[in-house]
């Protein structure tokens, strides 16, 4: 494995850890008050599976973007300007997902609102991947990695 995919997977890996642990801290918080309250009614939108299940695929979604983002670039580097369409979904793709797991983590009441634009950049990204889905395999994961994230996203806004 050459030095970029090390530092690529280990960045991933990263991130990845780093959001777990902030939805597992969150909710661990929330159970505690849960717990000391007495309250019966949840605070925020979503109950903890459907915070558990949109983050991994909102992180799972950035982390194939990002690789997406990078071969995008390699490839524009070479001279291939085929991909620039692909690169511009994953370049407006990553922040959104990025910012929409933390705040989804925190069962956060801008959590809705948030996703309804990640929706957006989710099927923009998806259709500008596929595209090239034949032809690149780092386009072709992030295409699936952004329709399962559609799918998961649409279970909660209905």
């Known amino acids: 494995m050459d030095r970029r995919k090390v530092l690529q997977s280990g ?3 990263g991130a990845s850890v780093a959001a777990a642990t902030i939805a597992a801290v969150s909710q661990a918080a929330f159970a505690k008050d849960h717990k000391k309250s ?12 459907q915070i558990n299940s949109l983050t991994a695929a909102l992180l799972d979604c950035k982390s194939k973007a990002d690789i997406c983002v990078a071969h995008c670039q390699r490839e524009l580097a070479r001279g291939d300007n085929m991909l620039g369409e692909c690169l511009k979904g994953t370049l407006e793709v990553v922040p959104v997902v990025a910012a929409s797991s933390t705040i989804v983590a925190y069962n956060s009441e801008l959590s809705k609102p948030l996703l309804k634009v990640c929706l957006e950049a989710c099927e923009f990204c998806a259709e500008a991947c596929k595209k090239h889905a034949d032809h690149h395999e780092e386009c072709k994961t992030c295409y699936e990695s952004c329709k399962a994230c559609i799918k ?6 209905g």
């Open 11 to 13: 960045g991933v890996l």
């Open 38 to 49: 007495g309250k019966n009614k949840q605070s925020g939108p979503f109950s903890g599976d």
């Open 152 to 157: 998961e996203i649409k279970k909660v806004l």
